[in-house]
């Protein structure tokens, strides 16, 4: 049996006397009676809801009933299809290494990083031309860089490595228990700049620090157009989480990214409501009502298509009561019909969100078609000319890949409309099968565009307000923290809260 010094039980003494405190304010009656647990309502299943069930788990414990709400399918926009018997990502599909929420899930319930097989070669295309070519070779990429955009190169990297350290401070806030109630105050609070960075093109900024045109035309260009479907022209702080995302060590989950926010759902002990929330309404003693229907679901319990506007055959009309409640969902209009009733005050939520194809084919690439010839070995063109019919064209391996195994030649383009017929036979001189996914994928970036508000109402929390500032799984699980903080703090009336959970957590 393991041997405990007096300093052990000291230290473990004074953590329970802290966690007696905490469960004693758990109890003081707050506006809502905090002798009952809290009823907590979280509207949407992806990457962003499961993470907010699983932080309120960790909160609250087991002063908790919480109700989770999906109409389609757990993972939002992190799903997976099956093409020629293997498993694809076609939404989110790779992580930042310095992702810590994202990398700490995957550890905490042994979801292995998928094997990274090859270093695909890949290359910067006008239409017409390359600008660029990759090699196979690190080295040789990395020489090949400095050849055509010089010494510049190094200034992108000191600032993306700048900006990711003060990103990084968010994580030591969190831990400590800060919320924040908007967008703009969160950002603030890593650096002033951030703020500022939203309201500035990633070009301007980017030619501020001194990174010249070519680089900015050419790289930054090809990856805000891969990443987000969108120019240089989106605002510098979304830019620069989209070019911190070409990483060489990004990573992705073996059988799919999906698996974490199905994990993240088991582990809250959340009950899943598959049905489509309608309505929140403002109870007048305090609380909330959500009115919802059933969702319409296939045989294997999921909906038919991977887009968010499921039609409701039949209005089963269901309110239910709840203490505080978390939209992990985009609210822009074309995202959504929720309404909100008998609040003081209307929301708005302007914007809307980049259309965006995901067209899969399993088939032989005519290596013409994007001015490569049989031998050539580029798996990655990424396209700099924003007004060509596509965005970027890339080779698959499944999320379930070892690298001594052989897999069908699957290919992923992203394109701002459908590319079926006459443009996929111009790519492929064999199709097996195609299978395409429309998504609205994430917002369409504007310089003008407010930050929004995390809390609506108190005890009424929008998570998705983080998408303007920028949009990727781990921006989603930092709003996810972000919210059920500010729902202990609200629930607890206490301003303090949050840090000593994170006590409880360590024991
Ligand atoms: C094609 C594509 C590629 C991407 N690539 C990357 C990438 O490589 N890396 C990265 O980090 N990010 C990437 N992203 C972005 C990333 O996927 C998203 O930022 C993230 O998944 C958003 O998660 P979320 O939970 O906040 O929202 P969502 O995943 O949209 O979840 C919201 C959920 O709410 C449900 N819902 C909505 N309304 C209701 C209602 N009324 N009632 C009940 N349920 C409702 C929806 O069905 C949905 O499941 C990509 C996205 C797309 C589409």
Redesign the pocket.
């Known amino acids: 049996m393991q041997k405990h010094t007096k300093m052990f039980w000291a230290r473990r003494l004074m953590t329970l006397c802290i966690l007696r405190q905490v469960s004693s304010w758990s109890h003081e009656p707050a506006h809502n009676d905090a002798s009952q647990p809290a009823r907590i309502a979280v509207?949407?299943?992806?990457?962003?809801?499961?993470?907010t069930a699983y932080f309120l788990q960790q909160h609250f414990g087991d002063d908790l009933v919480l109700d989770l709400?999906?109409?389609?399918?757990?993972?939002?926009?992190?799903a997976v299809l099956d093409i020629a018997g293997h498993s694809y990502?076609?939404?989110?599909?790779?992580?930042?290494p310095g992702?810590r929420y994202?990398v700490e899930f995957a550890e905490k319930f042994g979801l292995p990083k998928k094997e990274h097989c090859s270093d695909s070669p890949f290359g910067l295309f006008d239409g017409e031309k390359y600008m660029f070519r990759g090699s196979s070779w690190s080295i040789v990429n990395i020489m090949k860089l400095f050849w055509r955009y010089g010494r510049t190169l190094l200034t992108l990297r000191s600032e993306l490595k700048e900006t990711l350290t003060k990103f990084d401070r968010i994580y030591h806030l969190q831990a400590e228990g800060q919320a924040f109630s908007s967008v703009s105050d969160l950002l603030h609070a890593l650096d002033p700049s951030f703020v500022e960075m939203t309201r500035v093109s990633v070009r301007d900024w980017f030619k501020k620090l001194g990174i010249q045109d070519l680089v900015i035309d050419e790289l930054v260009t090809a990856v805000t157009n891969c990443?987000y479907g969108q120019t240089a022209d989106m605002h510098a702080f979304v830019g620069a989480i989209a070019v911190a995302?070409a990483d060489p060590d990004?990573w992705a989950v073996t059988g799919g990214n999906k698996r974490v926010?199905e994990e993240l759902l088991k582990h809250s002990r959340a009950t899943l409501l598959r049905?489509?929330?309608?309505e929140i309404g403002l109870n007048e003693g305090g609380g909330f009502v959500v009115t919802?229907v059933e969702?319409e679901t296939s045989e294997n319990g999921e909906t038919h298509s991977l887009n968010?506007n499921v039609d409701d055959t039949e209005k089963d009309l269901r309110p239910q009561n709840y203490d505080l409640v978390v939209v992990?969902?985009?609210l822009t209009k074309d995202?959504?019909?929720?309404k909100f009733v008998n609040f003081t005050k209307d929301f708005t939520f302007p914007g809307h969100y980049q259309k965006?194809f995901?067209t899969m084919v399993h088939g032989k690439l005519r290596p013409e078609s994007v001015k490569l010839t049989e031998g050539d070995s580029i798996d990655e063109v990424l396209i700099t000319n924003t007004s060509l019919f596509f965005n970027s064209l890339g080779k698959q391996s499944p999320t379930e890949v070892k690298c001594t195994e052989q897999y069908p030649d699957v290919w992923k383009i992203?394109s701002g409309s459908s590319l079926r017929g006459e443009h996929l036979n111009a790519f492929f001189k064999e199709i097996e099968s195609f299978h395409e996914?429309e998504?609205l994928?994430?917002p369409h970036y504007e310089l003008d565009q407010q930050l929004g508000d995390f809390e609506l109402h108190p005890g009424l929390y929008h998570?998705?307000a983080i998408?303007w500032a920028g949009?990727?799984?781990?921006?989603?699980s930092i709003?996810a923290k972000n919210v059920a903080l500010l729902a202990l703090k609200h629930w607890l009336q206490d301003p303090s809260a949050g840090k000593m959970a994170v006590l409880r957590d360590e024991l």
């Open positions: 509207i949407g299943g992806g990457i962003g809801g499961t993470a709400y999906e109409h389609h399918t757990v993972g939002g926009r992190l990502e076609v939404g989110g599909s790779v992580i930042h992702n994202m990443n995302g990004l926010p049905r489509k929330v309608e919802s969702a968010n992990a969902a985009p995202k959504t019909s929720i965006i995901c992203f996914v998504w994928a994430y998570l998705n998408e949009s990727a799984m781990e921006m989603s709003g």
